[in-house]
């Protein structure tokens, strides 16, 4: 899954999507290490302050969690919005 350029729905939602739907499926398990922003930037080919935005979002909803000097990490399931 990569973000659609041209889809009217803005870059950070979609990239929060994208990580959303792979901590879903597992991809991204409880507290693993979530790509960096410079990764995330690279491999989807968007701006930092997308991804930025996308990640605050993300926290925002309970998805990750940053810790400073280490990154950003999944969050433990019980913190997931609708506790799947």
């Excluded at 499926?25 to 930092?48: F, M, T, W, Y």
Aim: no cysteine.
């Amino acid at each position: 899954m990569t973000v659609d350029q041209l889809d009217p729905t803005p870059i950070y939602e979609q990239l929060a999507g994208i990580i959303r739907e792979k901590i879903k499926a597992g991809d991204l398990a409880e507290r693993q290490l979530v790509p960096s922003e410079s990764s995330l930037q690279q491999k989807h080919g968007i701006a930092r302050g997308s991804v930025r935005r996308a990640m605050e979002l993300l926290r925002e909803e309970g998805w990750v969690v940053t810790i400073q000097g280490r990154g950003t990490f999944v969050a433990p399931r019980e913190n997931w919005p609708g506790k799947p």
